[in-house]
T-cell receptor, first 114, second 111 residues
């Protein structure tokens, strides 16, 4: 069974640009969540989607957005990139979401903003 | 506010010894906890989880202990191997798959 797949793995963008990251959850998983990981802030929750609806959102500005498709695949978008957005963006999936469901992570997308 | 914290930033152990990684959490309402291992350049890898109605759970070479009285979680790794070298995170699973992570502790295994 394939794990959580994220693309692209590495990318470099310029300040002011926007970026879209893609995530394919484990087959059968309907909940997809996104996290940002930086050396200074650690792992921080961005948002969670279930059945194409955002169920929960972390404390990030509106430049960070996401969506989920009917096949549970998800994308996140960051607009007007800032240097501080440089981070590892992690996608995670679980069967139904909610507490008690094992959450599995992908390898992440490394974003560098220059 | 909610927080999940790790007591020490680094831990160095001799290969073959047992490792114990500790974690404190502050939300007494938390009912599900997970340990993850993250190797350099990779995403967090699920190790073991435990629900609040349990105080101990065992996996392959790993044991998680939960003490709700003092809001403390620990991960024990038996016969630590070089491949166990990584950063370890404890996480609290709240509503709607939101995980609150600790800062992480680096486990270094000496040959």
């Amino acid at each position: 069974k394939a794990g959580v797949t994220q693309t692209p793995r590495y990318l470099i963008k310029t300040r002011g640009q926007q970026v879209t990251l893609s995530c394919s959850p484990i087959s059968g998983h309907r909940s997809v969540s996104w996290y940002q990981q930086t050396p200074g802030q650690g792992l921080q929750f961005l948002f969670e989607y279930f059945s194409e609806t955002q169920r929960n959102k972390g404390n990030f500005p509106g430049r960070f957005s996401g969506r989920q498709f009917s096949n549970s695949r998800s994308e996140m978008n960051v607009s007007t990139l800032e240097l501080g957005d440089s981070a590892l963006y992690l996608c995670a999936s679980s069967l139904e979401g909610g507490t008690g469901n094992t959450i599995y992570f992908g390898e992440g997308s490394w974003l560098t903003v220059v | 506010g909610e927080s999940v914290g790790l007591h020490l930033p680094t831990l160095s152990v001799q290969e073959g010894d047992n490792s114990i990684i500790n974690c404190a959490y502050s939300n007494s309402a938390s009912d599900y906890f997970i340990w993850y291992k993250q190797e350099s350049g990779k995403g967090p890898q699920f190790i073991i989880d435990i629900r609040s109605n349990m105080d101990k759970r065992q996996g392959q070479r790993v044991t998680v202990l939960l003490n709700k009285t003092v809001k403390h979680l620990s991960l024990q790794i038996a016969a630590t191997q070089p491949g166990d070298s990584a950063v370890y995170f404890c996480a609290e699973n709240g509503a709607n798959s939101k995980l609150t992570f600790g800062k992480g502790i680096t486990l270094s295994v000496r040959p």
